[in-house]
């Protein structure tokens, strides 16, 4: 079946923008996730959905980031006022999760390319 | 913030050798587990090894975790030239509800 899949691949913006990442997760994955890559490290955290509401947002780096799960499925980033800073490879995974929240293996999208300018 | 630290942080070695990787992380754990990552794949998991287990095999993966020194270990037997790509250790703690904390990754090369 399909796998993660995230609109658009690459995005490039002006400082100070408004951009939405989009994740489509494996269908039936309860547990959603998104982190973000800087080139040269390895994925960070941002926040955890399990079904439509985040289990744990504790490593959104600021109040300009936010990110929703209406029907839990599709989930959308927004990034407000976007900086320089923010430019990274934003990464979305899905797992079967579960509310005991041992969770086992993860599958990642190929990831949103922001670049802002 | 990263949880911990890989070791080496690249390899290069000719196919048909061995490869060894390190990862050592600060915090109790529920799990661990190796990702692999290339521009062609993606980020893709290859194992997970519990907390109360000591080695873990998957077809040329051997995996080792130490929970008293912190430490996982993960060696690739009969390297591939297909096998070059970053890896990454991952762990999930005891109290979180699943997410993935990296290490900084291994970049591997193997040479035909």
């Known amino acids: 079946g399909a796998g993660v899949s995230q609109t658009p691949s690459n995005k490039v913006t002006e400082k100070g923008k408004y951009v939405e990442l989009r994740c489509d997760p494996i269908s039936g994955h309860t547990a959603l996730y998104w982190y973000r890559q800087s080139l040269g490290q390895g994925p960070e955290f941002l926040i955890y959905f399990q079904g439509t509401g985040a289990a744990d947002d504790s490593g959104l780096p600021n109040d300009r980031f936010f990110a929703v799960r209406p029907e839990g499925s599709v989930s959308t980033l927004k990034i407000q006022r976007t900086e320089r800073g923010d430019s990274a490879v934003y990464l979305c995974?899905?797992?079967?999760?579960?509310?005991?929240?041992?969770?086992?293996?993860?599958?990642f999208g190929p990831g949103t390319r922001l670049t802002v300018l | 913030s990263q949880q911990g630290e890989e070791d080496p942080q690249a390899l290069s070695i000719q196919e048909g050798e061995n490869a060894t990787m390190n990862c050592s992380y600060k915090t109790s754990i529920n799990n661990l587990q190796w990702y692999r990552q290339n521009s062609g794949r993606g980020l893709v998991h290859l194992i997970l090894i519990r907390s109360n287990e000591r080695e873990k095999h998957s077809g040329r993966l051997r995996v080792t975790l130490d929970t008293s020194k912190k430490s996982s270990s993960l060696l690739i037997t009969a390297s591939r030239a297909a096998d070059t790509a970053s890896y990454f250790c991952a762990t999930v703690g005891g109290t979180s509800y699943g997410k993935l904390t990296f290490g900084q990754g291994t970049i591997l090369t193997v040479h035909p």
């Open positions: 995974a899905s797992s079967a999760g579960g509310t005991s929240g041992r969770a086992g293996e993860q599958f």
